[in-house]
């Protein structure tokens, strides 16, 4: 059986990708900046509210705008910084050919063309989400597969041949299938 899909690799594509990217490695991490904020909100409204909102807590409060602002940054400012920067992916177009021995990727935007082959076993893990499955073939490398692009079998195919292939653990859903 031979699988067929594509992406683009557009502006709200990597958009998507990195705030998934980001949200999904670091949930650790946002939790504990969740619970970081919500302190810090409830000490500036009981501070204002008991009126002691005093010299001490300045510098804290302006800390806590600091640390919004950067995270604002990261989540909005950094995706944009990076992909107006990356020429390779830039609006690039890939097609892939899932068959029972590997992924074919077929991929060129004018400046950079070119083909490979991944074996699955060297997939480190698959998340599926709403519109895309990512396929991570180490920590910081992946390929974008948009759901709305398989031809050649449906979802559950594509979906049965993944987790056939590297196995139930290394394919995560994030979304209701």
Excluded at 91 to 104: A, I, L
Excluded at 144 to 170: N, P
Aim: proline share 1%.
């Amino acid at each position: 059986m031979e699988i067929k899909a594509s992406s683009k690799y557009d502006w709200e594509t990597i958009k998507k990708f990195n705030r998934f990217h980001v949200l999904s490695r670091a949930r650790f991490f946002n939790v504990l900046i969740l619970l970081m904020e919500i302190y810090m909100i409830f000490v500036f409204a009981f501070a204002a509210i008991s009126q002691t909102f005093t010299t001490g807590l300045l510098p804290s409060f302006c800390l806590f705008l600091l640390w919004n602002a950067f995270i604002v940054f990261v989540y909005f400012g950094l995706p944009k910084i990076r992909y107006n920067k990356n020429k390779v992916i830039k609006n690039s177009e890939n097609h892939f050919v899932f068959t029972e021995n590997d992924v074919t990727e077929t991929s060129g935007n004018g400046l950079h063309t070119g083909t490979s082959a991944v074996k699955y076993d060297a997939m480190w893990r698959v998340y599926e989400t709403k519109g895309y499955i990512y396929l991570y073939i180490n920590s910081n490398q992946s390929y974008i597969v948009d759901k709305s692009t398989v031809t050649g079998g449906t979802i559950e195919d594509l979906r049965m041949l993944l987790i056939a292939k590297i196995g139930a653990k290394k394919y995560k859903i994030k979304c209701k299938v």
